[in-house]
Structures are given as C-alpha cells and as structure tokens.
C-alpha cells in the first residue's frame, strides 16, 4: 500500500469513512424506527448511497496501484438499478398482507361538471 | 503516513456493526416484510464488507463474489416480495 499517491489515499480514505458512516445509519434507521413505512426509509437510501461510496474508493485504490478495473462499476450500477425494485415490491408486499398502510385517498374534485357546464355540451 | 490502512479496520468494525443491527431486526422484526428488508439491509452490507476486505487483503478476488451475492439478494428479495404479494413466485 506504500505507492499509492497521497491524494488519493486521503481520498479513499474519506470516501470509505463517509460511506460506511452512511452504511450504519441506514442499519440504525432499519433498527431504531417505529413504523415498517418509516423503517423502509432508512436502509433503501442510505445503505445503497455507503455502497456506492466504498466501491468509488475501491475504484479510486485500484486506479491508484495501476490495477484499474470496472468491477465496481458494474456492481454499483447493479445496486443502484435494483434498490428502488426492490423497495417499491417490499411496499406492495407490506400494503396487501396490512391494508391499513395504504395511504387514503386524496380528496374529490366535485362539481366537475358544474364549474364547466359546457366541456361535455360542446362535444 | 497511510490513510486508507488506518481507517479500514474501523470501517470493517462499523460495517459489522451495521450487519449486527440489521441481524437482530432481522430476528426480532415484528412482520414479514421487516425480515425481508433486513436481510435485503444485510446483503447490502455485506457486499460492502467484502469490497472493504478486498482493499484490506488488496486483493481482485472479492469483487465476484460481491457482484455475485449482489444479484442472488435482488432474486432473493424479489422472490420472497412477490410470494407475500401473490402467494406463488413463479405465475
């Protein structure tokens, strides 16, 4: 580890500071919050955001050594296509087996037809 | 003085630190899809303990097998959704 330049060394040191920072309070969040909705929260974007940092200081490490390679490309793309399918299909899940999570409806618009009498006339 | 060979172990540390708190939602969560989130959380970091690890060994080798539990837990994780939403994965 002794070639690398220092720039990127702090660098990398920083981006893998930052995201594991992100990682643990993603996993607090999943551990700490009240509701499965609040608890979805956490994990979905702060976790996926400290992977995306650790595989940029891998990325930059690597570089860095004269070994570059675009794994962590792949894999951080991969994770960050996949992170909101799965979310959104863990909130369909969650909203058919307790349909009380469902939010409600938003209010009517009435009187449609009365604020513009003549939309349906004029067809 | 080397930065990133100070800060890995403490990061290694932190990690699993977060794969403990996602491990014991993952036992105790009160519903189903709490467990689902929880080991879709524990992939998720475990996947970036290995990139971690693989920078402490400096190393090539763990970025197929990140890649590779990156894509079972999405199959995972998609599999076990689809079966609470449908009750069969496969239709």
Redesign the interface.
Known sequence: ??E?PFWI??L??VL??V???F??V???G??KLSD?LK??H???KA??L??GC??I??ML??AG?G?P?L??L??SL??FL??P??AH??V???M???PRLRPPDPPAVTDVTSREPKRDAAR | MNWLAAVLPWAIGGLALAMLLATWRLLRGPTLPDRILALDTLYVNSMALLILVGLRFDTELYFEAALVIAMLGFVGTVALSKYLLRGDIVE
């Open positions: 580890m002794s690398l060394d702090v990398a040191a893998v500071v995201g594991v920072v990682a643990l993603g996993s607090i999943l551990a499965f608890r979805l956490g994990p979905t976790s996926t400290g992977v650790v595989l200081a891998s490490y690597f050594t070994r390679a794994h962590e792949l894999i991969f994770v996949t992170a399918v799965s299909l863990l369909k899940a969650a058919r087996l307790d």
